[in-house]
């Protein structure tokens, strides 16, 4: 059985990660519509990692005999004047991710909480990946005049990600 106070943290973390789903799409559509379809495939397939990661914390809860709660997801911004600006908020929202995962692995710690300590290993090194996918985007597109045809390249590139 899993505490009430880890349920409503990892509950709160499943809201999170389900707004990162939207925050993603918002941005997937954002370049469909800017017609830039690798930037949008690549964060499609960003949203569908979300969602995954969603539905493993839901299915915890409800393999540990806890309880979901599913609040109200927030509207994501649905605008941004850059390609650059819009990966900036990316790995922004992933460091933010990150801290929610090392404040839950905390808690775990705190409350000896084995099971969630092991689950939440897995997402620590998941952020990692996050954060560093974000930071490479960064990167090429700081070498690139991001009004020029090499954005065109690299949305090539990112239109050959795998995934859903």
Known sequence: MISNTMQNAINTQINKELYSYYLYLAMS???TENNLEGFAH??????DEEMTHAMKFYDFLLDR??????EAIAAPTATWKTTNEL???VLAHEQMITASINTL????LKEKDYPSQVLLQWYINEQVEEEKNATFIIHQLKMIDARGTAVLMLDKQLGKRGGS
Do not use: P, R, S
């Open 65 to 70: 005999g806890g309880h979901v709660n599913l």
């Open 105 to 108: 692995y905390e808690l775990a």
């Open 29 to 31: 559509a954002h370049f």
């Open 87 to 89: 990966f900036d908020q």
């Open 42 to 47: 690549w964060l499609h397939v960003q949203a």
